[in-house]
């Protein structure tokens, strides 16, 4: 992903589809306990996520109608597990819309609903989960913070709200579940990972994202990365999610940048100036127009640490995309903060002025060296670390591609682009030949291809 050029539109925002979630509790020997399935590991949204029975509202249910959330929920229980239950026997628990960085968004209303002590765990139907089982919310949530099981974020607050009142009436945890989905759908506590908060705000980003991914790192002290929203809507979105976190004991220290482009640094100045903060950053991204404001600038190094008070980060420079990127490590916890390095929903643009294709695969390759866990990048949702190997298969499959589009004699830039770009037709031709270029001018300095004379025309060497 990048910054957003000239003359392409922005993406619009996926439309989110309903969808119904069923919280069902029992009493246990230490107290209630909550259903949750083990989502199928060979699943493609969530694998081996612990989540709450649950599914998309379909034909059956009465599409637009009041009660086709009710509906769902009583079906798809009926089809994932094997409990029975009326839609009468369902307390209405809030509803809550996934944020738009996913490319897979649903508008879900989660019901609760409890079943008799002593019932025994329910038995999966279907292949969507794995396993069901009952649990109390706080060992769930301790299993989660060691590290143990997957949860998907929209879970984690409820789950949090059922470990501190589990055991009150059914209409007070239903009423707490209400108030906790209304708080998160105005000012989300995202994490991904234990101690990671993040927000995603609405940014002019390069199709088909639409926001980039704030993020959130540290324990007692905790940093600000990349808020790039010029937006005053989601700026003051992010400090309330900022106040959330300090009503909690937890302060900011300061805001950083994974690099210089206007979709992640154009919030920063005005965060920096509410919240009191130095922004630090490699040089090049501090010298951007949009932070030249701030007065406290502070440059990164590589290899820096940054200690957070139970979390600490490392810088990483990560040239390429541009020359001012580093990404940051969550030293001893696998994972990489890795602004525009990887998309977790399209592929990442370099452009030929302040990038370099070069220094971009040098930094995937290092990166890819280091067999990071989880990679948490600018836009779009978290990634396995092995999505480095794939995208440098990706890029070096591009540059076959370019060099097949060559014969005996000089080839135009536009033609060795609509080549190896046959299969996205879609593109605009400026872009595909801003990414060709980039590619182009890699090969050369490696001696495959050479300048005919100027940008536009090439030929094998």
Not at 103 to 120: M, N, S
Not at 233 to 256: C, D, F, S, T
Not at 306 to 333: F, K, M, N, W
Request: include cysteine; proline fraction near 9%; glycine fraction near 10%.
């Amino acid at each position: 992903m990048s910054e957003l050029p000239a003359g392409l539109e922005p993406a619009p925002e996926v439309i989110p589809r309903d969808s119904a979630s069923a919280i069902v509790v029992r009493p246990g020997p230490e107290g209630r306990e909550v259903l949750l399935g083990v989502r199928s590991r060979r699943s493609r949204f969530m694998p081996g996520h612990w989540a709450f029975p649950g599914g998309a509202v379909d034909e059956a249910d009465g599409l637009g109608d009041a009660e086709a959330f009710v509906r769902c929920a009583v079906r798809e229980l009926a089809e994932e597990t094997d409990l029975e239950l009326a839609a009468e026997n369902l307390l209405e628990a809030g509803q809550r819309t996934t944020p738009p960085m996913f490319p897979v968004r649903f508008h879900t209303a989660f019901f609760l609903a409890e079943i008799e002590a002593g019932h025994p765990d329910p038995t999966p139907r279907g292949d969507e989960i794995e396993r069901l089982v009952f649990e109390r919310p706080s060992d769930v949530l301790a299993r989660w913070g060691a590290g143990d099981c997957a949860v998907p974020p929209p879970v984690l607050p409820l789950l949090r709200g059922l470990e501190e009142c589990i055991d009150e009436t059914l209409e007070r945890i239903a009423e707490t579940l209400i108030a906790i989905n209304a708080q998160e759908q105005r000012a989300p506590r995202i994490e991904f990972a234990p101690d990671l908060w993040m927000l995603p705000v609405r940014t002019l980003t390069m199709p088909p994202a639409t926001t980039t991914n704030v993020w959130m790192p540290g324990g007692g002290r905790f940093v600000v990365i990349d808020p790039g929203s010029t937006d005053m809507e989601e700026q003051a979105r992010l400090l309330e999610v900022i106040a959330r976190r300090r009503a909690l004991g937890h302060e900011p220290v300061a805001v950083l940048l994974t690099h210089e482009h206007q979709d992640h640094v154009s919030g920063a100045a005005a965060l920096c100036d509410a919240l009191d903060l130095p922004l630090r950053a490699h040089p090049a991204a501090l010298s951007a127009p949009l932070v030249a404001g701030v007065e406290r600038r502070e440059s990164l190094e590589d290899g820096e640490p940054i200690d957070l008070d139970g979390l600490t980060l490392q810088t990483r420079y990560t040239p390429g995309h541009s020359r001012g990127h580093v990404a940051y490590e969550t030293v001893d916890r696998g994972g990489l903060i890795a602004g525009d390095l990887i998309s977790g929903i399209s592929t990442i643009l370099v452009e030929p002025q302040g990038g370099s294709m070069g220094d971009y695969l040098d930094s995937l390759e290092r990166m890819h060296a280091t067999r990071y866990r989880t990679l948490f990048p600018g836009h779009g949702p978290p990634l396995p670390g092995k999505a480095f190997e794939t995208l440098i298969r990706h890029r070096r499959d591009r540059e076959a591609a370019l060099l097949e589009q060559f014969g005996d004699g000089p080839a135009e830039l536009g033609s060795i682009a609509r080549g190896a770009y046959r299969e996205l037709p879609q593109l605009p031709q400026a872009l595909i030949e801003m990414q060709a270029l980039a590619h182009l001018i890699d090969l050369e300095r490696r001696g495959a291809v050479r300048r005919g004379g100027d940008d536009r025309t090439w030929e094998r060497t």
